[in-house]
């Protein structure tokens, strides 16, 4: 080290250091630093792609496949909402809507499904998706929806690099399409991205079995899954394993699935020990009776019948944590029965 | 146990071993020399050479070890309201580095990167974070004394690039 001159400032440390000292700013900061020097802009670059730099807190992103040639980005962010078109590489800023008004959301939700068409991917494209990560990279999002998308290799590229830098709560998938080997691709970077809840609306289930229900209940601490499968298929039931999964999800809706009466109550007591909100609905085979309600209780359980609500309901003594459940016929032509919980 | 520390500048720093043990690079060198705690000879007929660092910032790294050689390990980082990591510095640290002039608290960052003191280097990164946050390329130049080797050209596309919504 130089004693103390004038040559001595901050760009006479080794890149390290200021890497490290850029990590600590936010992406505005950055965009100021770039534009001093070429070596200033390079390791802001290489900082900006850790994770670490101080990010906006947006709301909400939309993307919709709006067609062949066309993907939308729509986020809103400080009460105002932008909008981001891909379809050619000139365009690529997001700008802000007219009125503060969103164009795409009310739009696309409450829409029935539609045609999901393969996109006509080409080079320019996939530089598309590269600028989107870029515009994106300074925000992480309360929620990501993705609406009627085609996910073909490309924008699975783009979904694991924009989820691999950034926090986004809960996601929510309407209707996709993609071949069938880009599946366990697209879980890996679904469940590696630790969402507290996922939202899947399918119109066929594609996605869902156990071993991705196990996998995300272990993934986050009570996460939230909401399925909703357009078509009905036939029920779908769990091993008698999936009993330790599914007292972890803190919230539960899943309009197919089909869970033996057996496992139910244990479950439904260790997830009332976790003293945490949530729902659980999905179907049982069988209702529960009293007998197994009293062989399950321990000593510190309260069992009620709330007739009033056509619910009964266990509360862990001298607490305000209870349960409060209910089954009933979902499909006379069916022998199951839908079940409903809410944890409080 | 002291340990014998030479600079740069051939001064000779005669340290605790709990002090030179602070340091990553010291302790390697150290391990490498078979200089242990329980060896006083290994410490007496031995001295670790430090030829990145000058006897003035050699001063300044050794005060600031005094202070936090009882410091327990600190988790280092927090995010403040926009999601920035920072690493909370403590009002002594803040007195410690406000004296240094800036090209002084570069030297001092320079040897705790070389030293490898994780603590002391967060305390200084941290310190250069707080000075350029929120301000403009033209007050950071200025307080830094950088001088801009792009041109208008250069800079209008770097916006361009650095841009993520239309004004």
Redesign the interface.
């Known amino acids: ?6 040559s ?7 890149d ?2 200021l890497i ?7 992406h505005t ?10 070596r ?2 390079e390791l802001a670059e290489v900082s900006r792609s850790r994770s ?6 947006a709301r909400r992103l939309l993307i919709a496949q709006i067609n062949r040639e066309e993907i939308v980005f729509e986020m809103s962010f400080a009460g105002q909402y ?1 909008q981001l078109k891909l379809t050619d590489p000139d365009s690529g ?4 809507l007219p009125d503060n008004e969103s164009a795409l959301y009310y739009a696309l939700v409450g829409y029935l499904p539609r045609e999901i068409i393969e996109m006509n991917i080409q080079t320019m494209f996939v530089s598309l998706f590269d600028r989107a990560t ?3 990279r ?1 925000f ?1 999002f309360e929620e990501l929806k993705i609406c009627s998308i085609w996910i073909d290799i490309h924008f699975l590229s783009f979904f694991h690099q924009f989820l691999s830098t950034r926090t986004v709560a809960s996601f929510n998938l309407r209707y996709a399409e993609f071949k069938y080997d880009l599946r366990d691709q697209f879980i890996s970077v679904l469940l590696a991205a630790n969402f507290e809840s996922i939202d899947l609306q399918l119109e066929h289930n594609y996605l869902v079995n156990e071993e991705f229900m196990k996998d995300y209940a272990n993934s986050v601490i009570l996460p939230a899954l909401f399925v909703s499968i357009q078509c009905h298929d036939r029920p779908f039931r769990p091993s008698s394993a999936f009993l330790k999964n599914l007292s972890k999800f803190g919230t539960l809706s899943y309009s197919n699935l089909l869970i033996g009466a057996e496992m139910l109550l244990p479950a439904l007591i260790v997830r009332l020990r976790q003293r945490r909100k949530g729902a659980w609905r999905f179907l049982v085979t069988r209702d529960i009776d009293q007998a197994e309600i009293d062989a399950a209780l321990e000593a510190d359980l309260e069992f009620n019948e709330l007739h009033a609500e056509r619910r009964r309901s266990i509360r862990i003594a001298n607490t305000p944590s209870m349960v409060k459940f209910r089954t009933h016929v979902q499909f006379i032509t069916m022998p199951m029965l839908q079940f409903s919980a809410h944890f409080d | 146990p002291n340990v014998k520390l030479v600079t740069s500048d051939n001064e000779e720093f005669v340290v605790d071993f709990r002090i030179a043990k602070m340091s990553v690079t010291v302790s390697r060198l150290m391990e490498a020399m078979n200089m242990s705690e329980t060896d006083d000879a290994s410490l007496l007929s031995n001295s670790i050479p430090l030829p990145n660092v000058t006897k003035a910032v050699m001063a300044r790294v050794i005060e600031w070890c005094e202070k936090h050689k009882n410091d327990e390990p600190k988790e280092e980082k927090e995010n403040d309201k926009r999601g920035r990591t920072t690493h909370v510095v403590s009002d002594w640290d803040k007195e410690f580095l406000k004296n240094d002039e800036f090209g002084r608290l570069c030297q001092l960052m320079g040897a705790a990167n070389y030293l490898e003191i994780k603590g002391l280097f967060n305390d200084i990164s941290q310190t250069i974070a707080n000075m350029i946050h929120g301000k403009k390329s033209d007050e950071i130049a200025e307080m830094f004394n950088i001088h801009c080797d792009l041109t208008e050209a250069e800079k209008k596309e770097i916006r361009k690039k650095t841009a993520w919504c239309e004004d």
């Open positions: 080290m130089e004693e103390n001159n004038a001595s400032t901050i760009t006479n440390l080794p390290d250091c490290d000292i850029f990590a600590r700013l936010d900061d950055l965009d100021e630093i770039s534009t001093i020097s070429g200033l802009y670490k730099v101080g990010s906006l807190k932008y800023l997001f700008e802000k870029v515009l994106l300074r992480d």
